[in-house]
């Protein structure tokens, strides 16, 4: 009896080494309008849909697969008689092999361009057609969406046979392939109507199975595009608690000026800085917490030179991130074997959405930014900030957003001096923040003072104060805001409000 394959690929990658062999082992190829010219003009012999069926393609191919010997062929049960006996009244001949990937319809919908008419055209409606069919019938027909599956495929057919649990492999593949597209159409259109969301889709790809997640006795994996972002150039596998803390590094990092160096632990900033220099961002931000910097992440927002790199051996950290190395730089850095030097390919800080576990579902919120933040500062106290304290409040509040909450950041010349994060009181974190300056020899005195959230009582002003703060940066908005505008007023402190604030749970 004859076999067929069915090729109907839009990616055409290695179809053409693909086709050739299947026809070494004795398979006739069935392919539609594209695909089929591709295989004739490289002289792959094929018989196209439509002379197979009998049946022209229409519509500007809208149809070409979807007929009775082509669904027929793929979802006969070939251990039924009477299948069987159905099959051959009607003419329909067994289809083994079905090898289909769709129309680029992600591509087409990233084009901002791209016209509402053009979006539907390039969804795919055979396709997914002919691919859950043959995913349904693995017992006995072989479904391929990708053209990574092909060698490992052609090697299993060559030896003799493809084993069911290959088959019941690809057919997992295969819907999790349409899936992920429908996921993609859905998303897409909803948007493009401006229809309200009804739910959250969500198709991320395995990377990759992480040694263990937060602890080791926890299993983890890592989904989706996180590599579309940092490129690995050297040292161990990371770890979940890595990824967390890359992040949170260059969540920041993002929202500073150039020449700006974060250094994270446990997801919280132990020191950021802006200077003159790349080295001097580092050597300030180490000053911060230079104990918690130890076993740290650090996030550059300029190239590090050997100097920089030299500084860098000094402290054991576990990460160091940066948009570009020198050549000098690099063989510094591998002396450190273990420690992973990543280089940032692209911003992360993009629209999209924060999602959280929770029982029986998620949270989903949008991601949080700064925005508007800073145009629509308003003074409430008699004393307005001067031009070099704007500027620090503006850094101490972005990286206040970047805490966890309770969050409260001092800063002078674009330099944290104390933080205290994640602390159940806000004068319990204005306390851990003056802790640790002192700890580190560090003077706040003409320092200002950020909180990602008001200032529920006037102690905390009345706590900033014994410390030399001059100005403070906060959302305003309780109802005890003129109490601590007037304890403000009492020490002569400027106050800006920025009317709103940023939690981070």
Same mark, same amino acid.
Not at 96 to 124: G, H, Q
Not at 144 to 163: D, I, K, M
Not at 170 to 192: C, G, M
């Given at each position: 009896m004859k076999k067929f394959a069915l090729i109907s690929v839009s990616d055409k990658t290695n179809i053409l080494e693909f086709a050739k062999k299947l026809l070494l082992w004795n398979y006739e190829i069935l392919a539609t309008g594209g695909t089929a010219k591709l295989l004739k003009q490289n002289e792959v012999t094929c018989t196209e849909i439509s002379d197979y069926t009998g049946f022209p393609e229409i519509f500007d191919g809208r149809v070409k697969t979807l007929q009775p010997k082509i669904f027929g062929g793929i979802l006969q049960r070939r251990n039924l008689p009477e299948?069987?006996?159905?099959?051959?009244?009607?003419?329909?001949?067994?289809?083994?092999?079905?090898?289909?990937?769709?129309?680029?319809?992600?591509?087409?919908?990233?084009?901002?361009?791209?016209?509402?008419?053009?979006?539907?055209?390039?969804?795919?409606?055979?396709?997914?057609?002919?691919?859950?069919?043959?995913?349904?019938?693995?017992?006995?027909?072989?479904?391929?969406?990708?053209?990574?599956?092909?060698?490992?495929?052609?090697?299993?057919?060559?030896?003799?046979?493809?084993?069911?649990?290959?088959?019941?492999?690809?057919?997992?593949?295969?819907?999790?392939?349409?899936?992920?597209?429908?996921?993609?159409?859905?998303?897409?259109?909803?948007?493009?109507?401006?229809?309200?969301?009804?739910?959250?889709?969500?198709?991320?790809?395995?990377?990759?199975?992480?040694?263990?997640?937060?602890?080791?006795?926890?299993?983890?994996?890592?989904?989706?595009?996180?590599?579309?972002?940092?490129?690995?150039?050297? &040292?161990?596998?990371?770890?979940? *608690?890595?990824?967390? @803390? $890359? !992040?949170? %590094?260059?969540? /920041?990092? =993002?929202?500073?000026?150039?020449?700006?160096?974060?250094?994270?632990?446990?997801?919280?900033?132990?020191?950021?800085?802006?200077?003159?220099?790349?080295?001097?961002?580092?050597?300030?931000?180490?000053?911060?917490?230079?104990?918690?910097?130890? &076993?740290?992440?650090?996030?550059? *927002?300029?190239?590090? @030179? $050997? !100097?920089? %790199?030299?500084? /860098?051996? =000094?402290?054991?950290?576990?990460?160091?991130?940066?948009?570009?190395?020198?050549?000098?730089?690099?063989?510094?850095?591998?002396?450190?074997?273990?420690?992973?030097?990543?280089?940032?390919?692209?911003?992360?800080?993009?629209?999209g959405l924060a999602v959280k576990a929770i029982p029986g579902g998620v949270l989903v919120q949008d991601k949080d930014f700064l925005s508007d933040d800073f145009s629509n500062l308003k003074t409430v106290t008699e004393n307005s900030p001067s031009e070099k304290q704007l500027e620090d409040l503006k850094f101490a509040w972005a990286v206040a957003k970047n805490a966890k909450s309770n969050a409260i950041i001092f800063a002078k010349d674009k330099m944290t001096l104390g933080i205290g994060a994640g602390q159940v009181s806000r004068i319990d974190a204005v306390k851990v923040a003056v802790m640790k300056a002192a700890e580190f020899g560090l003077s706040l005195e003409k320092a200002v003072v950020a909180s990602d959230a008001f200032f529920p009582f006037a102690d905390n002003i009345e706590e900033v104060v014994k410390h030399g703060i001059t100005a403070v940066i906060e959302p305003g908005g309780s109802v005890r805001d003129e109490e601590v505008i007037n304890a403000a007023n009492k020490y002569s402190l400027s106050m800006v409000f920025t009317g709103k604030r940023h939690f981070k749970h």
């Open positions: 299948d069987q006996k159905q099959a051959e009244a009607n003419g329909i001949l067994p289809i083994d092999i079905v090898c289909v990937n769709l129309y680029p319809f992600e591509k087409v919908a990233k084009n901002p361009a791209t016209t509402e008419e053009e979006l539907i055209e390039n969804i795919d409606i055979g396709g997914p057609s002919l691919i859950r069919a043959a995913a349904k019938n693995h017992k006995f027909v072989s479904v391929l969406t990708s053209p990574a599956q092909y060698e490992n495929f052609l090697s299993e057919l060559e030896s003799g046979a493809v084993a069911e649990e290959t088959r019941k492999r690809l057919a997992v593949a295969a819907y999790s392939h349409t899936s992920q597209y429908d996921t993609f159409i859905s998303n897409t259109l909803e948007n493009r109507f401006g229809f309200d969301s009804t739910a959250l889709r969500l198709h991320l790809p395995k990377t990759k199975t992480l040694r263990y997640g937060e602890n080791p006795h926890q299993q983890a994996a890592l989904y989706g595009s996180f590599f579309d972002y940092f490129e690995i150039i050297h &040292g161990k596998e990371l770890s979940y *608690n890595n990824i967390l @803390d $890359i !992040t949170a %590094a260059v969540e /920041l990092l =993002e929202e500073l000026e150039q020449n700006s160096c974060v250094i994270v632990k446990h997801n919280n900033p132990s020191g950021a800085a802006t200077a003159s220099s790349i080295l001097e961002a580092y050597q300030k931000a180490l000053q911060c917490d230079p104990v918690a910097a130890f &076993g740290g992440i650090v996030a550059l *927002n300029e190239t590090v @030179d $050997i !100097t920089l %790199a030299s500084k /860098l051996n =000094e402290l054991f950290l576990e990460v160091v991130i940066a948009p570009a190395f020198t050549d000098e730089a690099l063989p510094v850095l591998f002396k450190k074997k273990d420690r992973r030097i990543l280089k940032q390919v692209k911003k992360i800080s993009e629209k």
